[in-house]
């Protein structure tokens, strides 16, 4: 199986401010014939289920603001909130979707300093 | 837009089989994979398994001997049985969908908890 590891745990950041997660898998997930990494980010709320963000490592979902971006190739990734509204406390997820069983970091947690 | 709606019983005692039901609307459920994702309290996600609408299944290994999925396109459900439940299986379980080329989960469910306990 494919370990991902997220830190930090948990992350409090001024509103305004620059937010920073990474994700580290045991392996690489990137598969070069389609020069893609198979890697997404997902946003989860209290009592709610996670919400997709970025997938393919660094394309925004649909809908999700431009502050949120994420970056990274290989086994070392990181999801960027530009500058952290209110709305986004909230647990953050990345998942690996290169191989079965699809595996997910811990989670962190980001909250408002 | 497609929803998803997990339905099943909340309490479960232990070695019994938790049988969860996923109904799928707003969409057809064809040309997507379906899967399990549960999430014990205060804990990380964990992939159970998937199927697809031809009935093939993809089972997580940590899991595969007590999992079966099964799907009704008749009626745009999908379903997970567990069988052999412990304490160690409470936990809000998930239905989520794929698309075929690509196994990020872009829908899911609102979730259901299912607790084991006498």
């Known amino acids: 199986d494919i370990v991902m590891t997220q830190s930090p745990d948990s992350l409090a950041v001024s509103l305004g401010e620059r937010a920073t997660i990474n994700c580290k898998s045991s392996q690489s997930v990137f598969y070069s014939s389609n020069n893609k990494n198979y890697l997404a980010w997902y946003q989860q709320k209290p009592g709610q289920p996670p919400k997709l963000l970025i997938y393919?490592?660094?394309t925004r979902e649909s809908g999700v603001p431009d502050r949120f971006s994420g970056s990274g190739s290989g086994t070392d990734f990181t999801l960027t909130i530009s500058s952290l509204q209110a709305e986004d406390v909230a647990v953050y997820h990345c998942q690996q979707y290169y191989s079965t069983p699809y595996t997910f970091g811990q989670g962190t947690k980001l909250e408002i300093k | 837009q497609v929803q998803l709606q997990e339905s099943g019983p909340g309490l479960v005692e232990p070695s019994e089989t938790l049988s969860l039901t996923c109904t799928v609307s707003?969409?057809?459920?064809?040309?997507?994979?379906w899967n399990w994702i549960r999430q014990p309290a205060g804990k990380g996600l964990e992939w159970i398994g998937r199927?697809?609408?031809?009935?093939?299944?993809n089972y997580n290994p940590s899991l595969k001997s007590r999992v079966t999925m099964s799907v009704d396109t008749s009626k745009n459900q999908f379903s997970l049985k567990l069988s052999s439940v412990t304490a160690a299986d409470t936990a809000v379980y998930y239905c989520?969908?794929?698309?075929?080329?690509?196994?990020?989960?872009?829908?899911w469910g609102q979730g259901t908890l299912v607790t084991v306990s006498s």
């Open positions: 707003g969409g057809s459920i064809t040309n997507y994979y």
């Open positions: 199927i697809y609408t031809s009935g093939s299944t």
């Open positions: 393919w490592a660094s």
């Open positions: 989520a969908g794929h698309f075929s080329s690509s196994s990020y989960f872009h829908y």
